[in-house]
């Protein structure tokens, strides 16, 4: 369900939101689908190549969510990736002389 999906995602360290899908025979709380933000990576500069690694996470934890090996895994390597595109780094630049 989407909510199961939900819970092994947040735990890998990726966040989604369970959504209703059409026809969807789950309550909306449970809900079939998930929905994908992506202002939360564009905001740190990420793009494609950077997207496919998500997508490509994304799957090896649907794959096995009930895996806390996988979702470990999956998490180190959000952290790492976060780590290099980090929010707001325009802030972290020198400031320019006025």
């Given at each position: 369900t989407g909510k199961q999906?939900?819970?092994?995602?947040?735990r890998a360290g990726i966040?989604?939101?369970?959504?209703?899908?059409?026809?969807?025979?789950?309550?909306?709380?449970?809900?079939?689908?998930?929905?994908?933000?992506?202002?939360?990576?564009?905001?740190?500069?990420?793009?494609?190549?950077?997207?496919?690694?998500?997508?490509?996470?994304?799957?090896?934890?649907?794959?096995?969510?009930?895996?806390?090996?996988?979702?470990?895994?999956?998490?180190?390597?959000?952290?790492?990736?976060?780590?290099?595109?980090?929010?707001?780094?325009?802030?972290?630049?020198?400031?320019?002389?006025?």
């Amino acid at each position: 369900t989407g909510k199961q999906a939900e819970s092994a995602l947040e735990r890998a360290g990726i966040t989604v939101n369970k959504n209703t899908i059409p026809f969807d025979t789950q309550p909306p709380m449970v809900a079939s689908g998930i929905r994908l933000g992506t202002p939360a990576v564009t905001t740190r500069g990420m793009r494609e190549p950077e997207m496919r690694k998500v997508a490509q996470w994304i799957a090896e934890v649907l794959d096995q969510p009930e895996s806390e090996e996988v979702q470990r895994s999956v998490r180190r390597r959000v952290l790492e990736l976060t780590e290099r595109f980090p929010l707001y780094s325009h802030r972290l630049r020198q400031p320019r002389e006025l």
